[in-house]
């Protein structure tokens, strides 16, 4: 069974102080991971996907990595508007059907 | 507007009550997915379908029956409410790009069942 633990819970940081959130996976076979952003009452929206170790996607101050067992989203200086919870999903097997994790409720104070 | 919505927003009904919520997506995607949402557990696949008249279950679909007649609809329907069916639920909807694709996200409903 596909595993998907984020960490920590819950984040809080100083507006400018950068951080990472960890997403570890356990998966047979993965065909690609997937960071959305979910804001309060509010559906979850996509950032990134990842096929491969070694692969890294950037948008705006948000940078993604992936290696064999875990994930990195890595938030350069942040800002209030960063202000989320930030979602990790794995796809492996077949057809569309994906693992979600817990999150991690980025705060970001000004 | 182009997008996927979900109706209602909010819904409050009672045990043993029929419920049902409605997604509509208006990409033309082949996928639509049911997800619910709940402290604790993170989202969780109800049902999906590949296509229309296409579907199958996920993570947790004892209580839900879906049907797609129609490529843009994909309708979950609670047969009997239960109190463990509070819960917040999402559909999504993504085309197959390359044998996999990100999944966009409705706003959800909320679903109190007292």
Redesign the interface.
Known sequence: EDQ?TQSPEALRLQEGESSSLNCSYTVSGL??L?W?RQDP??????LF?LYSAGEEKEKERLKATLTKKESFLHITAPKPEDSATY?C?V?SGG????T????TKLQVIP | DAGITQSPRYKITETGRQVTLMCHQTWSHSYMFWYRQDLGHGLRLIYYSAAADITDKGEVPDGYVVSRSKTENFPLTLESATRSQTSVYFCASSETVKGYNEQFFGPGTRLTVL
């Open positions: 998907v065909r690609g997937f959305y009452g509010k559906g979850p929206e996509f996907t979602l999903a796809l057809y569309q059907k994906v979600f994790g817990t999150g």
